[in-house]
């Protein structure tokens, strides 16, 4: 049974605004691999959520003037509700200030403890309240964290320290016995170098601080919002679960590496419990080559590009356009170049094309499709296949594509329009057929549009032409 699962999250995000092109694209990313198992026969479990212990939160609940049960509220159901209309096919969503995660939270904390990787200590340094955490001297540019270009506060607070650093070896040890632990292997490469080159022990509770989950053990402090965070891929499906089938992937952006490649993996080991099998980090997008960030107030909202173009064409265009793992600058426009050209003239073309020449044939089970194009089919098959395991998605996308322009040479090199072969025009609908059938994850909605125009029933095959799939835009 437990074979037959597959669980995979998003991190939780920040609730001091709504949600961006950023974290969309990490959202999608996770939900193209839960559509994807999904359809090879999977019980997947997905989870997403908010991390909302933040004193983000705090703060953005003061500005809005709203009490901050108020707040983290209207701010969940927005980001909800994001992730509904864009499609994305989680099956829970998790907030940290549910009482399921608190008690999980608590007994994490406890076994820890009893771990004896716990101790006291003072702590004084330079803390980002954009990055939640604290940041060295040497990080910082002309005094500024160079992120949210805003000064760090220096704090000296009497804290709770897990013990991090005795974790090094035991890292090392399982990096080594697990090479693909982490996505891409140059993130790897990072997360293994800053683990060799020593860790320090990480503060893990708050005194100045009210909003949090209460240290179980000394009400006066609040949990790191860190260490509390990274417990939702625990809460968000129990305990028991999760010893039985932990995280198959975790999807998180590049910045957050650190977090789930080092210290989520040490807290499992101090706790007992087994680690997830693979983290996946995503590249930072930038607008006009500056970070996106809710911080600095350049934010592009997901919601209205789909609204404007269709869901599946911002999924389509965000993976396609930038190859996971690395960085890549949004742009309206190119979204629209990549509308026109891959989307309206060509997969919709190809549909169009195919379709309005088969609805003229009548099928019977006699039909064949021919070697070529069989060949072709079965070649991207196992390449999209191929592509998507090492999280090559956009040239998972683009083998896609070189069989539709296959399709569009074998319509041209036959002269299907004469009509002097049924096979011919059969094997280009077996074609589109599986060209929807690979799109599946990546774009749901359209696949399913080409897929109910292709009808069998038994043996006989009906063709429905239907409307444009993608108008054009000027
Ligand atoms: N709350 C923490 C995560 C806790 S997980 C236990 C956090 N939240 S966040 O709201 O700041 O968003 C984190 C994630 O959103 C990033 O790691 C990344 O996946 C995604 N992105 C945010 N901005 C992004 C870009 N500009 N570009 C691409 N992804 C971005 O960190």
């Known amino acids: 049974m437990s074979k037959n699962r597959f669980y995979i999250t998003t991190p939780i995000y920040y609730i001091n605004d709504r949600p961006h092109i950023g974290h969309a694209y990490t959202t999608i990313v996770a939900d193209v691999l839960a559509r994807l198992n999904r359809i090879q026969g999977r019980d997947v479990t997905f989870l997403t959520g908010t991390d909302e212990n933040s004193q983000k939160t705090v703060v953005a609940a003061e500005k809005s003037g709203e009490s901050i049960d108020a707040y983290t509220n209207r701010l969940a159901v927005i980001w909800k509700e994001t992730w509904q209309k864009l499609g994305i096919s989680n099956t829970d969503f998790i907030r940290t200030t549910e009482e399921r995660h608190r008690s999980v939270v608590e007994e994490i904390w406890k076994r820890i403890n009893e771990k004896g990787d716990m101790y006291k200590g003072k702590y004084e340094g330079l803390y980002c309240k954009g990055h939640e955490a604290f940041m060295k001297e040497s990080d910082l540019i002309d005094e500024l964290c160079p992120d949210h270009k805003t000064k760090p506060e220096r704090l000296v607070e009497e804290n709770y320290f897990f013990r991090l650093s005795k974790y090094q070896h035991k890292l090392l040890e399982f990096y080594k016995s697990h090479p693909n632990f982490v996505v891409p292997e140059s993130r790897f490469h990072e997360v293994k170098s800053f683990v060799q080159a020593g860790l320090d022990d990480l503060s893990i509770s708050r005194e100045t601080q009210k909003w949090g989950i209460p240290v179980p053990t000394d009400l006066k402090h609040v949990i790191y919002v860190w260490f509390d965070a990274l417990i939702n891929y625990i809460s968000g499906i129990g305990m028991k679960q999760w010893e039985e089938h932990p995280a198959d992937i975790q999807t998180v952006g590049k910045d957050i590496i650190r977090f789930h490649a080092i210290i989520w993996?040490?807290?499992?080991?101090?706790?007992?419990?087994?680690?997830?099998?693979?983290?996946?980090?995503?590249?930072?997008?930038?607008?006009?080559?500056?970070?996106?960030?809710?911080?600095?107030?350049?934010?592009?909202?997901?919601?209205?590009?789909?609204?404007?173009?269709?869901?599946?064409?911002?999924?389509?265009?965000?993976?396609?356009?930038?190859?996971?793992?690395?960085?890549?600058?949004?742009?309206?426009?190119?979204?629209?170049?990549?509308?026109?050209?891959?989307?309206?003239?060509?997969?919709?073309?190809?549909?169009?094309?195919?379709?309005?020449?088969?609805?003229?044939?009548?099928?019977?089970?006699?039909?064949?499709?021919?070697?070529?194009?069989?060949?072709?089919?079965?070649?991207?098959?196992?390449?999209?296949?191929?592509?998507?395991?090492?999280?090559?998605?956009?040239?998972?996308?683009?083998?896609?594509?070189?069989?539709?322009?296959?399709?569009?040479?074998?319509?041209?090199?036959?002269?299907?329009?004469?009509?002097?072969?049924?096979?011919?025009?059969?094997?280009?609908?077996?074609?589109?057929?599986?060209?929807?059938?690979?799109?599946?994850?990546?774009?749901?909605?359209?696949?399913?549009?080409?897929?109910?125009?292709?009808?069998?029933?038994?043996?006989?095959?009906?063709?429905?032409?239907?409307?444009?799939?993608?108008?054009?835009?000027?």
């Open 265 to 474: 993996p040490a807290m499992l080991l101090s706790a007992g419990l087994p680690l997830p099998k693979q983290i996946v980090a995503n590249g930072f997008f930038t607008v006009d080559n500056v970070k996106i960030s809710k911080s600095l107030g350049n934010a592009i909202d997901p919601l209205s590009l789909a609204e404007k173009y269709g869901v599946d064409v911002l999924r389509y265009f965000l993976l396609r356009e930038i190859p996971y793992g690395e960085d890549g600058n949004f742009s309206e426009e190119k979204l629209k170049e990549r509308y026109n050209s891959d989307l309206a003239n060509g997969l919709g073309n190809f549909t169009a094309r195919v379709l309005t020449l088969a609805a003229k044939e009548t099928f019977s089970e006699k039909e064949k499709v021919t070697e070529k194009v069989e060949f072709k089919i079965k070649e991207t098959k196992a390449i999209v296949d191929e592509k998507i395991r090492q999280f090559k998605l956009h040239e998972a996308l683009a083998h896609i594509w070189e069989l539709l322009a296959f399709g569009d040479a074998y319509v041209n090199a036959t002269q299907a329009w004469k009509r002097e072969d049924k096979n011919v025009i059969f094997s280009l609908v077996t074609l589109l057929d599986n060209v929807a059938f690979l799109l599946q994850p990546f774009m749901p909605e359209t696949a399913e549009k080409i897929t109910k125009r292709i009808v069998w029933e038994g043996d006989a095959l009906t063709i429905k032409p239907g409307d444009v799939l993608f108008p054009r835009h000027t």
